[in-house]
């Protein structure tokens, strides 16, 4: 009993053992991880009908596991995110992501040097804990507040940005807010 596979290859899941995707489609950081999402959606829109459902599956799985750094932990009731948007974005929001019987979401806005990210369990028992650790463009965080509230946080330099990391509970909707400084 298997995933079912199309033309031979198993349809990606979030939470699944294995590779982050096919050994094709090596890791190289969040621009390659957004190349290779570009690349996939471009052949879909060339493309007849051979391929088509295996193609948008690995885009998919691309895009979250990749770009969106989600990385689900269900036997700790943890779900971590490491997004890593292009520059050239101000707004995403992902809505569905499943953990064990827990449903989440989650929308990013940027305005001007601000990032506030909104994190919300739909659905579920027990609140899981969502890990946080967004790549900013910046040369360094200038402040945090979680919630209204000021946050002392470390944020490590990342390949032209910095990378804070923030646990917490989703026992209600969280907002985080980052400022970061021109690089």
């Known amino acids: 009993r298997g995933l079912p596979t199309v033309g031979g290859r198993g349809l990606p899941t979030v939470g699944a053992t294995g590779p982050a995707w096919p050994a094709d489609r090596p890791d190289d950081g969040p621009t390659s991880s957004w190349d ?8 879909l829109r060339r493309g007849g009908p051979t391929g088509e459902i295996a ?34 974005w101000n707004a995403f929001e992902a809505s569905g ?13 940027r305005t ?15 609140p899981i804990t969502w890990i946080l650790e967004p790549w900013l463009f910046g040369s360094g ?13 470390d ?22 807010e980052l400022e970061v400084s021109p690089p």
Request: no cysteine; aromatic share 4%; hydrophobic share 45%.
């Open 97 to 109: 992501l499943a953990l064990a019987d827990a449903r989440l979401g989650f929308t990013w806005e």
């Open 55 to 88: 193609l948008a599956a690995d885009t998919l799985d691309r895009l979250v596991r990749s770009a969106l750094g989600v990385e689900p932990d269900a036997a700790y009731g943890r779900l971590t995110l490491r997004p890593a948007f292009p520059t050239h």
């Open 112 to 126: 001007g040097a601000l990032h506030r990210f909104r994190l919300r369990q739909t659905a579920g028992g027990a």
């Open 36 to 43: 290779g999402v570009r690349a996939d959606l471009a052949t």
């Open 155 to 176: 944020a490590v330099p990342d390949g032209g940005g910095v990378r804070p990391r923030i646990q917490l509970p989703a026992e209600r909707e969280r907002v985080v």
């Open 141 to 153: 965080l200038t402040s945090a507040r979680v919630d209204g509230e000021p946050a002392e946080l």
